[in-house]
C-alpha cells in the first residue's frame, strides 16, 4: 500500500510539473471534455452527456461515476457557460491552490462539486432532466477564496470589491432565483451546495476563525477517531519530530506567513512548544 502511494504521489508531481498547477490540470481537462462533446454533437451524438452528466435515473440504474464526471461537461449550445466557468477557475483557482497546496485544493474542487451534485441529485431523485458544467466546484473555490482573503479588493465589473462581499453576491445570485422559482434550467442547489462545501472546507483545513459549531465538532471527532498520523507522531523521538513536522512547518512561515497554517499545523507547532517547556524544567 505505501509503495503504491509513493508511486501515485510521483505520477501527480510528474503531472504538476508538466501542466505547472492543479488548476492547469482541472483547465485543460475539461477544454479536452468539452472538445470530445463538440465533435460528438458534429456527428448528433451525445454519448458524452448521455454518460458521464449527472442523471438521477441513470444513477439509480448504477452510472455511480456520473456525480463526478458531470462536472467536467458543459453545455454546447451555450459557450459562454465553459467560458465563464474557464476564467473564473482561473482567476481564483490559482490563488486558493497557491495558499492551501495541491492536494487540499484537488479535494476542494472536487468534492465541491461532488457536494453539488449531490445536493442537486437529492432535490431531482424522482424528476427529470440532468446536471452538467462545472459551476458548482468553481463556486467552491470562489468561497474558498472570499473565506481564506476576506478583506482582499476583487474588480467586478469595474468596481473593488472585499472577498466577503464578493461571497455574498455570489450567495444572492442563486438564492433569488430560488425563492422566485425563476432559475430556468440553471441548477442554483448545486452552485449553493458548491459554495457551502468551499466555505466548510476552508474552515475545516483551520484557516481564519473557526466558527463554535465547527470548533466542537473537530473537537469531538479527534477524540472519537484519532487519526492514524497522530498516533504514528507520538512515537517519533524528539528530534525526529522536529525535523519531520516542525521544520517544514517553519518553512512554510517563512514563505507564507502565519495566516497559511492549517488548523493541524497549528497543532503541531503547540506540541512543539509544549516539549521544549517540559525540557526547560
Known amino acids: 500500500m505505501g509503495d503504491a502511494r509513493e508511486r501515485l504521489a510521483g505520477s501527480m508531481r510528474g503531472w504538476l510539473g508538466q501542466f505547472g498547477s492543479v488548476t492547469n490540470i482541472f483547465l485543460w481537462t ?5 472538445a470530445l462533446q463538440l465533435v460528438g454533437a458534429l456527428f448528433r451524438w451525445n454519448v458524452m452527456e448521455d454518460l458521464f452528466a449527472l442523471d438521477a435515473a441513470q444513477v439509480r440504474r448504477g452510472f455511480v461515476w456520473q456525480p463526478l464526471t458531470y462536472m467536467f461537461l458543459h453545455d454546447v449550445r451555450d459557450p459562454f457557460h465553459i467560458i465563464f466557468n474557464l476564467l473564473i477557475l482561473w482567476f481564483f483557482g490559482r490563488e486558493v491552490e497557491y ?4 492536494k487540499f485544493f484537488t ?6 462539486g461532488l457536494a453539488g451534485g449531490a445536493i442537486w441529485f437529492t432535490a431531482n431523485f ?6 452538467l458544467g462545472a459551476s458548482a466546484a468553481v463556486l467552491a473555490c470562489v468561497i474558498a477564496f472570499a473565506t481564506l482573503f476576506p478583506d482582499r479588493q476583487v474588480i467586478v465589473l469595474i468596481f473593488p470589491v472585499p472577498g466577503r462581499l464578493l461571497a455574498l453576491i455570489v450567495i444572492v445570485i442563486d438564492v433569488i432565483p430560488l425563492i422566485a422559482r425563476s432559475g430556468g434550467s440553471v441548477a442554483h442547489l448545486a452552485h449553493l451546495g458548491g459554495a457551502a462545501f468551499g466555505y466548510l472546507y476552508v474552515k475545516q483545513l483551520g484557516y481564519g476563525a473557526t466558527p463554535f459549531w465547527l470548533r466542537a465538532w473537530q473537537q469531538l471527532k479527534d477524540r472519537l477517531w484519532p487519526r492514524r498520523r497522530d498516533r504514528a507522531e507520538r512515537k517519533l523521538s524528539r528530534e525526529e519530530f522536529i525535523q519531520q513536522q516542525v521544520d517544514p512547518i517553519l518553512d512554510k512561515i517563512s514563505r507564507e506567513g502565519m495566516q497559511s497554517l492549517t488548523r493541524r499545523e497549528r497543532k503541531i507547532l503547540e506540541s512543539a512548544k509544549e516539549l521544549m517547556q517540559k525540557q526547560q524544567r
Open 99 to 102: 495558499f492551501i497546496g495541491p
Open 30 to 34: 475539461t477544454v479536452a471534455v468539452f
Open 126 to 131: 424522482s424528476g427529470g432532466g440532468y446536471l
Open 107 to 112: 479535494r476542494l474542487y472536487l468534492l465541491g
